[in-house]
């Protein structure tokens, strides 16, 4: 069996959620934010491990909230970048597992089955992702907000997370794309590489908290 480690990504800036504080640490029903991801993957028999990437000065932070937490596996905490992408690379030079799954630590809705249809996939495909159709016609534009594209609806996905990828394959093109600025997740990176990612069906309540009024969307 292959060994998989969790990487929970929690080191933005927060800047759209506003409120000056980083979003991982709100609570939803008087438990932060963060603690719905880790207790997923703390619950998941296909979790080896977990590495929480934070800043470096909200340690404390996260360290309280992880010590409500009842633990049955290793967690690290890992210092994050300036970017996503240098976040993600930090957190892979860490682990020596042969899965990453990377989720977004501002998506609390993640359910214990995106962690086993997407590593289902691992045997097949170098990556995996949650997604949802579009439910929406897409359209894609030029610099100046003029279509030049629309996309067949029924092939159309929004991205999630959990992401999972073949660690080294990923470690190796995080290293040839650094600082790539196009690249949004490591689903790109792959494709970047010329590797295939499999969709695998999620569904709408995945959501990401991105805003303050994205709160009561979560809410059970």
């Known amino acids: 069996m292959k060994s998989v480690t969790a990487i929970i990504v929690a080191a933005g800036?927060?800047?759209?959620f506003g409120q000056n504080k980083n979003k991982n640490?709100?609570?939803?029903?008087?438990?932060?934010?963060?603690?719905y991801s880790i207790e997923v993957f703390n619950k998941s028999?296909?979790?080896?491990?977990?590495?929480?990437?934070?800043?470096?000065?909200?340690?404390e932070y996260f360290e309280n909230i992880v010590r409500n937490i009842k633990l049955n596996?290793?967690?690290?905490y890992v210092y994050g970048g300036s970017t996503r992408m240098e976040s993600v690379y930090n957190a892979l030079?860490?682990?020596?597992?042969?899965?990453?799954m990377i989720h977004d630590g501002a998506r609390p809705r993640i359910k214990e089955e995106y962690i086993d249809r997407c590593l289902e996939q691992m045997d097949k495909f170098k990556g995996a992702t949650v997604a949802v159709k579009a439910k929406d016609t897409i359209k894609i534009c030029d610099d100046n907000g003029v279509v030049t594209e629309t996309t067949k609806r029924a092939n159309t996905y929004?991205?999630?997370?959990?992401?999972?990828?073949?660690?080294?394959?990923?470690?190796?093109?995080?290293?040839?794309?650094?600082?790539?600025?196009?690249?949004?997740?490591?689903?790109?990176?792959?494709e970047k590489g010329g590797y295939?990612?499999?969709?695998?069906?999620?569904?709408?309540?995945?959501?990401?908290?991105?805003?303050?009024?994205?709160?009561?969307?979560?809410?059970?």
């Open 13 to 16: 800036n927060s800047t759209r």
């Open 25 to 35: 640490l709100f609570e939803i029903n008087e438990k932060p934010i963060i603690a």
């Open 45 to 59: 028999s296909k979790i080896q491990d977990i590495i929480l990437v934070i800043k470096e000065n909200e340690r």
């Open 73 to 76: 596996k290793p967690l690290k």
């Open 93 to 100: 030079k860490e682990t020596s597992s042969d899965i990453v």
């Open 158 to 190: 929004l991205v999630q997370t959990p992401q999972c990828f073949e660690r080294e394959t990923l470690l190796n093109l995080h290293e040839k794309f650094k600082g790539d600025n196009d690249i949004t997740d490591d689903c790109m990176v792959l």
């Open 196 to 220: 295939k990612i499999k969709v695998v069906e999620g569904d709408y309540t995945n959501i990401k908290v991105t805003t303050f009024d994205d709160l009561h969307l979560v809410e059970e």
